[in-house]
């Protein structure tokens, strides 16, 4: 049994349409859209914006925490008592620092915390 050219293309043909065919029908099967009523999507609002305002807290805990790193450590001891409210006289005693030290620090670092 021997084929024309002409009868091989048209099998060809054939068999590409049906391809095609298949691959749209799946492809469209695949491409159903996801709906979400407005509970759920508030639902997810709210669990952003924590996530937000959990991560700006992180954001402050590792900047302190830097802050800190870099600071020597009688100062960095000064800055933790300011946030804890102590005045300067107390940590010029504790961190064995000047007065004048400790008043700079506890006006630099005072509402930081």
């Given at each position: 049994?021997?084929?024309?050219?002409?009868?091989?293309?048209?099998?060809?043909?054939?068999a590409?349409?049906?391809y095609?065919?298949?691959?749209?029908?799946?492809?469209?099967?695949?491409?159903?859209?996801?709906?979400?009523?407005?509970?759920?999507?508030?639902?997810?609002?709210?669990e952003?914006?924590?996530?937000?305002?959990?991560?700006?807290?992180?954001?402050?805990?590792v900047?302190r925490m830097r802050?800190?790193?870099?600071?020597?450590?009688?100062?960095?001891?000064?800055?933790?008592?300011?946030?804890?409210?102590?005045?300067?006289?107390?940590?010029?005693?504790?961190?064995?620092?000047s007065?004048?030290?400790?008043?700079?620090?506890?006006?630099?670092?005072?509402?930081?915390?």
């Amino acid at each position: 049994m021997s084929f024309t050219w002409r009868e091989l293309l048209i099998g060809l043909i054939v068999a590409l349409a049906f391809y095609a065919t298949e691959l749209l029908v799946f492809m469209g099967a695949s491409r159903k859209k996801v709906r979400f009523d407005r509970g759920e999507i508030e639902a997810l609002r709210e669990e952003i914006s924590a996530l937000r305002s959990h991560l700006a807290a992180m954001q402050k805990e590792v900047d302190r925490m830097r802050e800190e790193a870099e600071t020597p450590a009688p100062y960095a001891q000064a800055i933790r008592m300011v946030r804890q409210g102590l005045g300067p006289a107390e940590i010029a005693a504790a961190c064995d620092i000047s007065k004048g030290e400790a008043e700079l620090i506890a006006s630099l670092h005072r509402g930081k915390s």
